[in-house]
């Protein structure tokens, strides 16, 4: 069973033309540093089978690297490359909000205690941790914040 996808998502949900979180959360999860351009050639049952197919037992984790390995391969000719999988990754830790959420916070003028943070799904907090990064276009963070019910 797949999350459900976030408002602030809405705008390229329908085309999937973007990679939603919950995929990039089992990306993290399985280690597969797939890039824009893979998932912008496969096909749309392809997309719809990634963001439906579970990514949780070590089971399910295996399946899903191997499914999406011999999609990016059918489509790119090689597999993407591994990511290293975080043995303790934060988004599952809700008693400690990371240094870069808190810092994106800031920036924000948003207050974000942890017993707000423990509220939050594993999702959810995987989504703020991706949303504060630099790296990341994180214009998304303020609108995840409010959609996610948090007061500043």
């Known amino acids: 069973m797949s999350e459900p996808f976030f408002q602030f998502e809405q705008d390229f949900i329908d085309s999937l033309r973007c990679v939603p979180m919950q995929v990039r959360l089992k990306l993290d999860t399985c280690g597969v540093k797939l890039k824009l ?3 912008n050639h ?7 089978h990634l963001v439906q197919q579970p990514c949780q037992s070590a089971a399910e984790v295996t399946r899903y690297r191997q499914q999406l390995q ?3 391969t ?8 591994s990511l290293e ?13 990371p240094e ?8 924000h003028e948003i207050v ?3 017993e707000q943070w423990a509220e939050l799904t594993p999702l959810q907090r995987f989504a703020l941790i991706k949303l504060s990064r630099s790296s990341h276009e994180n214009r998304n963070f303020l609108p995840a914040v409010k959609e996610f019910g948090l007061r500043g």
Do not use: C, M, N, S
């Open 70 to 72: 011999e999609f990016v």
């Open 100 to 107: 870069v959420v808190r810092e994106q916070a800031r920036a």
């Open 85 to 97: 999988i975080e043995p303790h990754p934060p988004w599952l830790d809700p008693a400690t909000v």
């Open 37 to 39: 351009e893979h998932w």
């Open 112 to 114: 974000l205690p942890v």
């Open 74 to 81: 059918q489509q790119a000719g090689a597999p993407a490359k």
């Open 42 to 48: 496969f096909t749309p049952a392809q997309k719809q």
